[in-house]
């Protein structure tokens, strides 16, 4: 039977662990433009929580204060300050020295890592993110960062050599491409975010940085970090609408760079509004719909383990989430009953308790919407397999198994990006085949099976249709070493340590002819060090 009961699930205020606990709602006014903490004096908007508390007037949902709702004149003062920092690659920030630039990295990671706790607190508290994941989250990205700053210096040691080829001496670097626009997503606000904006700033662009819808707060503790880490203009942060903000940026022209995870419609519309598309670059994380598909001959247990902690880790909110499942008869019955049961041994419950894997939903409507895609899916002939799925509470959805789906349903073709599982059973391997050939979206898949020649003839089946493949394991981003892209719909470049560095960059090259005059006029700009761009320095 299933573990939920709905009843039980929100806490009383008392309930919560002291060091969990909130303060009064934080009002917060403060946005970064031009290296100053500016003061907002117009409306807010209000930030809640997912999680509700029981009361004397019932289950309440929690308030946890407010951000400044800025309007396109404020934004747009934040992205001038951008402009002048960079000075037409002139500013001084573009022009530093890479180790320079990785100091200033350095200082914001050491300030960053003394607010942990504040932003493992409102990780749970703004996105429902269990405390292990919050915790995680935050390490990673501080991981990231180092990781980083060290592939930067590896990078730029193979740049600080000069190369001859046909008679002519060259030295190739890569310099920043200009202003950069970054917005990350409401399931990984701080890591997702983080892993465009620092390689951003550390390649020597200047910034603008607008919070994800939800988790937002959570920036609020690292703002004089951030203010205090870099010259004036380098990174602005602004809050509000993105129709209000973000559509004044882009429509301006002064952005040369967009980072963007989101949905795949909100970067073509934006994308649009640029009056020079030719010279943006862009690094977009899009929307998925991966699937996973069990073979006939397969380790039911790892596939089951895998497919359930792919689908359902943070209630199915990640873009690299599996997403519908396809199953052979001859193991579907096995495998939904192995499902199920796992399924029902995940704990529902509150961020901060323990061994907590499923928590409440922090976008509003989401729980109407998957109880629409549910009731579709029950009305064209699928059933809700596992106890107690598709039950909800409040902001709080328990996952639901559905089987058998089938195309004319909705949840076959729409990114649910939340916790229903739906499952397709399939006698020949080429329906599969086909919805991942038809599909929009070309993120990632899962093969799990184990033979060789089947697995082998998917894997070439797929290969040119999306960016990972994986074999018995479930979709993921890591090890951020590995790059992480897309086809179709679902991506624009590639991020990885290595990749986003790249991304951010462009490649320059000083050539001259090798004689003597030459030789010596580059020496002496060496020696006397008259150059940031012509260098022979080491980075240890």
Not at 415 to 439: K, W
Request: hydrophobic share 40%.
């Amino acid at each position: 039977m299933s573990r939920f009961a709905p009843e039980a699930l929100f806490p009383h205020a008392d309930d919560i662990p002291e060091a969990w606990r909130l303060g009064a709602p934080v009002e917060q006014r403060e946005y970064l433009v031009d290296g100053e903490l500016r003061r907002w004096d117009g409306p807010l908007a209000t930030v809640r929580s997912p999680i509700f508390l029981k009361g004397e007037r019932g289950e309440e949902q929690v308030i946890l204060g407010s951000t400044p709702l800025l309007d396109a004149d404020a934004a747009l003062q934040a992205l001038d300050a951008a402009v002048r920092a960079y000075d037409n690659g002139q500013g001084a920030w573009p022009n530093l020295r890479v180790g320079e630039r990785i100091h200033h990295v350095e200082a914001f990671l050491a300030r960053m890592r003394e607010r942990r706790h504040e932003v493992v607190r409102l990780l749970m508290w703004e996105i429902g993110k269990n405390l292990k994941d919050s915790e995680k989250e935050f390490d990673r990205t501080c991981d990231y960062m180092v990781d980083t700053i060290n592939a930067l210096k590896e990078l730029d040691r193979r740049s600080s050599r000069f190369e001859l080829e046909q008679g002519t001496l060259g030295q190739i670097r890569r310099v920043p491409l200009g202003v950069a626009l970054c917005m990350g997503p409401y399931n990984y606000p701080l890591n997702e975010t983080f892993t465009t904006l620092i390689p951003a700033l550390i390649m020597g662009n200047t910034v603008v940085f607008k919070p994800a819808k939800f988790g937002v707060l959570l920036m609020r503790p690292l703002l004089e970090a951030f203010r205090d880490s870099f010259p004036a203009g380098v990174i602005n942060i602004i809050y509000g609408r993105g129709r209000e903000t973000v559509s004044a940026l882009m429509a301006s022209g002064k952005v040369d760079v967009f980072a963007f995870i989101g949905t795949n419609k909100g970067a073509s519309d934006l994308k649009k509004l640029h009056p020079r598309p030719h010279r943006l670059r862009a690094a977009l994380g899009l929307d998925a719909k991966n699937p996973g598909i069990v073979l006939p001959q397969v380790d039911l247990d790892n596939a089951v383990n895998e497919a359930v902690t792919g689908a359902l880790s943070f209630n199915g909110q990640r873009c690299t989430a599996l997403k519908i499942l396809f199953v052979h008869e001859d193991v579907l019955e096995p495998f939904l009953a192995r499902f199920s049961a796992k399924l029902a041994a995940l704990k529902p419950g509150m961020p901060w308790e323990d061994g907590v894997a499923l928590t409440p939903l922090p976008e509003p409507g989401k729980v109407d919407y998957l109880a629409t895609l549910l009731q579709d899916a029950t009305a064209k002939g699928a059933q809700v397999v596992n106890d107690g799925g598709g039950q909800s509470r409040e902001s709080f959805f328990y996952p639901a198994l559905l089987c058998p789906v089938s195309p004319d349903m909705r949840i076959y073709q729409e990114e649910q990006f939340g916790p229903l599982v739906p499952v397709v059973p399939y006698r020949d391997v080429q329906t599969a085949i086909d919805y991942v050939l038809d599909s929009d979206y070309g993120q990632q898949l899962s093969i799990f099976g184990n033979d060789p020649a089947e697995v082998g003839r998917l894997v070439d089946a797929f290969a040119n249709q999306v960016g990972r493949i994986n074999i018995n394991a479930q979709c993921q981003r890591g090890p951020d070493t590995f790059p992480f892209n897309g086809r179709k719909n679902s991506a624009e470049g590639t991020l990885s340590v290595h990749d986003a560095l790249r991304t951010f960059s462009i490649r320059t090259l000083v050539a001259t002819r090798f004689q003597e005059d030459n030789k010596t006029l580059i020496s002496e700009i060496i020696r006397n060090r008259e150059s940031s761009f012509i260098s022979t320095d080491y980075i240890f």
